[in-house]
């Protein structure tokens, strides 16, 4: 069930079915002008009821479902475009390392952390497959439930279309309690 919040400056939060694995609730973050701007993830037990420019307070449902006032602070460098940017730099950083380390191992490494390059720490990177033919690698961050994902080669996987940067929805996510 989708539930829609007003903030105070006009825009709407919805919230997005289903739970993260590690028990987080994506929001999606609506201009006034119906233009989406941002991911927000907080506890799936925690329920925003009145948001502000830099805050958001709500009930948060304890142990034994007793219930709580919980106020937590909004990060300002927040928003899905600056985030997907910094994901698109580090996915060509890691192409660019690729690249050099095949010139001197005639193969595609299947380790991020055996390329020289400068991986974001708040940026979960996995090389699914990489062989002498081509990589493909995934990019994830914990506070947005989205996946993605470059491929380079006849090595990358069916479906992946080969040399062009792939968003979507990340599929690790638990069946909606509501």
Known sequence: MRVVRVARDGRLWIREPGVTL????????????????ALAAIPARFDPQ?????????????????????TYALAAAGT?????ARVREAIMRLASAQEIYYAGHATSSASADSLSWDKPEDIG????TADARGW???????????LCGLGYGAAV????????????????TKPQED
């Open 80 to 84: 899905s475009a600056q985030f997907m």
């Open 157 to 172: 996987p069916p479906g992946w279309p080969n040399g062009s940067i792939v968003c979507g929805p990340a599929a690790a």
């Open 22 to 37: 590690d028990g987080l609730r994506t929001w999606t973050v609506v201009t006034s002008a119906g233009v989406p701007e």
């Open 125 to 128: 990177v996995d090389i699914v």
């Open 50 to 70: 009145e948001i502000s420019p830099g805050s958001v307070m709500g009930r948060w449902l304890g142990q034994d479902d007793v219930n709580f006032v919980r």
């Open 136 to 146: 493909a690698g995934v990019f994830a961050h914990p506070g947005l439930d989205r």
